[in-house]
């Protein structure tokens, strides 16, 4: 039995999302390759241009099925260039991915493509998601009908550019003590086309229920934002970004305020740290990328699996591969 495992080993494949449909565990990466855009604080180096679905019975030892290029950059009528981070949700009978592009403004925006199966085609609708801007889209079903999409992601994500949902002049970022920049959360329409209502800031508090500040480098939200649930509660996950980690914060609701609770996984090889965590067959699993396989070529990332623990308090144990 391997305890971590390189999932995609032909193929340099990152950002995972992951979900269990039909009782089969799909995973919805970024694709990356060597395009030779030079590496910058803005991500140009991260010019992906499509999308393939992986599929498995089993994460640690079986199969793991390409059923190939699901999406690409010149299908999609907006698109200027940059596939990142996507995620799918069902819904009736039809699946959604959600995704985010640069439009021909170079403006980050998250569009939706629709397929009748977990593993697509995924046909992409004529415009983004009115109101949408960043990146990094995260769903989660909540298992009441309603369905939840987080997104944002700094620098090269965009999110800076914004407050209160509108474009500033200028982008600018808080002073180290004041509130950190927020990932943010927006219920979904009915038809899972559209945002519902105007997207909220996610709140992280810290130990004294403090908002955390924009200096708390080692704790404060980045890009990669992930929720999933564990008894009853509300796990959201996310990277630090420029200080590398995993880290996780527990709410009671899909809208939080979420309370900092600590570190999920440390730096890996490579700028980036991005994850998903899903259970399957009664097992959990912390799914995300590295370069080793590239030695260190942070644009060319290779997906990872391993399993992952809670201590008898509900607290995730901070994995070490
Ligand atoms: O893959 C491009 C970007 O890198 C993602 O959107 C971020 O989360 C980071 O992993």
Not at 116 to 133: A, L, M, T
Not at 279 to 304: A, I, M, Q
């Amino acid at each position: 039995m391997k305890n971590v495992r390189y999932l995609v080993e032909n193929d340099y494949m990152a950002d995972p999302a992951v979900h269990v449909f039909n009782d089969r565990l799909y995973i919805y990466p970024s694709h990356d390759w060597e395009s030779g855009i030079p590496e910058n604080d803005n991500g140009d180096h991260f010019d992906m241009r499509d999308y393939h679905v992986f599929s498995t019975d089993d994460v640690m030892n079986g199969e793991i099925k390409d059923h190939g290029v699901v999406l690409k950059v010149e299908d999609i009528p907006w698109a200027g260039r940059q596939l990142w981070d996507c995620d799918v949700a069902y819904k009736d009978g039809k699946y959604y991915m959600y995704f985010p592009l640069k439009d021909k403004n170079d403006v980050f925006h998250i569009g939706v493509a629709v397929s009748d199966r977990p593993e697509g085609p995924f046909i992409p609708q004529s415009d983004p998601i009115k109101g949408s801007y960043s990146i990094d889209p995260a769903i989660l079903d909540d298992g009441d009908g309603n369905y939840y999409m987080y997104f944002g992601g700094l620098w090269g994500g965009q999110l800076q550019r914004y407050r209160d949902n509108k474009a500033l002049e200028c982008a600018t970022f808080p002073a180290d003590n004041e509130s950190a920049i927020p990932s943010r959360v927006v219920k979904l329409s009915k038809d899972m086309l559209e945002f519902a209502e105007e997207p909220k800031p996610v709140v992280i508090l810290d130990e004294t229920g403090k908002p955390l500040t924009a200096g708390d480098n080692s704790r404060r939200f980045f890009e990669a934002s992930w929720v999933h649930k564990y008894n009853g509660k509300y796990y959201f996950s996310y990277s630090t970004g420029d200080t590398h980690l995993l880290c996780y914060a527990i709410g009671d609701n899909p809208y939080g305020p979420f309370v900092y609770q600590g570190v999920i996984l440390q730096p890996v090889v490579g700028w980036t740290t991005h994850h998903a965590i899903a259970e399957y067959k009664g097992k959990w699993y912390l799914f995300h990328h590295d370069c080793v396989p590239s030695n260190g070529k942070t644009w060319l990332r290779s997906l990872k699996v391993c399993e992952l623990e809670y201590t008898q308090d509900g607290k995730i144990k901070t994995v070490n591969e």
